[in-house]
């Protein structure tokens, strides 16, 4: 992309975002799945190939259309809120026992279709979120120098839920804390989307950044540490 910079201090900022992505889309794996299970084998390896393949392209221009909405800080606060709404929903919803329902059948095609539905619906929260990690309030207007970032995460993101589905499920059963710490995450990023979005209310800027790192990393590491829950 035009006027993208790299550093390697980028690398932290993509491996959270690749951490976040697989958590916000650990659902739509699940629905995936279901999905294709009626098919045979090899359209179901056709199918999350066509759909993949098409996601990189749908994804791309939620990116850019995220990237300059991110510019107006009302919808930075909007993002933000979101996000914190969707970690909230989360523990909300855990209280209760989801119902498990019956997979309907598709044809080959249709099941693509509903693929890429499934795909955009889920993007929107795995974008806002990362536009919230490479977004601050000295980011100039127009294409963020940090997009790349995204789009790579996204990607790196994409395929890892296409193919590694069912490692994650194992990594989270191993980790029981992962998912928690995972929607904690997520709302933190909400709340420092929210932050920057209503920085021109606040008289004195302040640098959240190592803060912000800070606590992130704190979480990630809780997330992998052990359950101590005696048997």
């Known amino acids: 992309m035009l006027d993208q910079t790299f550093s390697p201090a980028d690398l932290p900022r993509l491996f959270t975002l690749v951490f976040v992505e697989l958590s916000l889309s650990a659902d739509n794996a699940i629905v995936i799945s279901l999905l294709t299970h009626s098919l045979t084998p090899r359209l179901r390896k056709k199918a999350l190939i066509i759909g993949s393949l098409s996601a990189f392209f749908f994804r791309g221009l939620a990116i850019l259309g995220v990237n300059f909405l991110l510019n107006y800080l009302w919808m930075q606060a909007l993002g933000g809120i979101y996000l914190i709404y969707l970690a909230i929903h989360h523990f909300h919803a855990k209280r209760r026992s989801p119902d498990t329902k019956n997979a309907q059948s598709f044809s080959f095609w249709k099941t693509v279709l509903v693929i890429e539905m499934f795909d955009l619906a889920f993007a929107i929260d795995s974008i806002l979120a990362a ?62 989307l929210l932050y920057e979005g209503g920085a021109i209310f606040w008289p004195v800027e302040i640098n959240d950044e190592p803060l912000f790192w800070s606590v992130a990393a704190i979480l990630l590491l809780l997330g992998f540490s052990r359950n101590l829950k005696k048997t």
Request: glycine share 12%; no cysteine; aromatic share 14%.
């Open 131 to 192: 536009m919230a990690l490479i977004t601050s309030t000295q980011t100039p207007r127009g294409l963020n120098p940090k997009l790349w970032i995204v789009y790579f995460g996204g990607m790196i993101g994409l395929l890892s839920i296409r193919y590694a589905a069912g490692w994650f499920s194992e990594l989270i059963d191993k980790f029981p804390k992962l998912e928690t710490s995972a929607f904690l995450l997520i709302g933190w990023i909400g709340l420092k």
